[in-house]
Antibody, heavy 118, light 107 residues
């Protein structure tokens, strides 16, 4: 069965960096676009970034562009989110999700919590 | 950016009720509209994709429809496990935006 397991979250000071990982199993990872979506405490969902199945195309939300970078390693079935220059408003639960043919997210991980605080 | 306006923001209903949640896009998004259900402390789950296609394993009491830039999620007969927050989501163009959510509560 499809499984997505995020890791790498934690408490970090403003301005510091963190790298999130999402380990995928149960499907052919290299065939799917992958996404990061975040949810601030008590708030709604916000798309963060997408990477194409082969890693050649990447798009980031304006709120993270220039600070966050999505990437993937298809040999390791793993999705990444490198987060630099973290700010308090980046505090959120970060989910990875598998992309369907028309851009829907058909499977989600359980999320990893990032807290940016001094 | 495409704005997704979801209504109502909250809704109280009883088991067995028919419930409708709407989402309006700020521009044409064709049928690139998806619906998710999120229960407290859990990841969202896909219900409907492409405006009206039921995701695998989702009960048939859930349905979706579209009319221009207006989209509707209908639950035909509420069950206890349906009380949750629902989000619409456009996957037509980046940035892929969500509605603000509808919290469905027990009356």
């Amino acid at each position: 069965q499809v499984q997505l397991v995020e890791s790498g979250g934690g408490v970090v000071q403003p301005g510091r960096s963190l790298r999130l990982s999402c380990a995928a199993s149960g499907f052919t990872f290299s065939s799917y676009a992958m996404y990061w979506v975040r949810q601030a405490p008590g708030k709604g969902l916000e798309w963060v970034a997408v990477v194409s199945n082969d890693g050649s195309n990447k798009y980031h939300a304006a709120s993270v562009r220039g600070r966050f970078t999505i990437s993937r390693d298809n040999s390791k079935n793993t999705l990444y989110l490198q987060m630099n220059s973290l700010r308090a408003d980046d505090t959120a639960l970060y989910y990875c999700a598998r992309g369907g043919s028309s851009g829907y997210y058909d499977f989600w991980g359980q999320g990893t919590l990032v807290t940016v605080s001094s | 950016d495409i704005q997704m306006t979801q209504s109502p923001s909250s809704l109280s209903a009883s088991v067995g009720d028919r419930v409708t949640i709407t989402c309006r896009a700020s521009q044409i998004i064709s049928s690139y509209l998806n619906w998710y259900q999120q229960k407290p402390g859990k990841a969202p789950q896909l219900l409907i994709y492409g405006a009206s296609n039921l995701h695998s394993g989702v009960p048939a009491r859930f349905s979706g429809s579209e009319s221009g830039t207006d989209f509707t999620l209908t639950i035909s007969s509420l069950q206890p496990e349906d009380f949750a927050t629902y989000y619409c989501h456009q996957s037509y163009s980046t940035p892929y935006t969500f509605g603000q959510g509808t919290k469905l509560e027990i009356k």
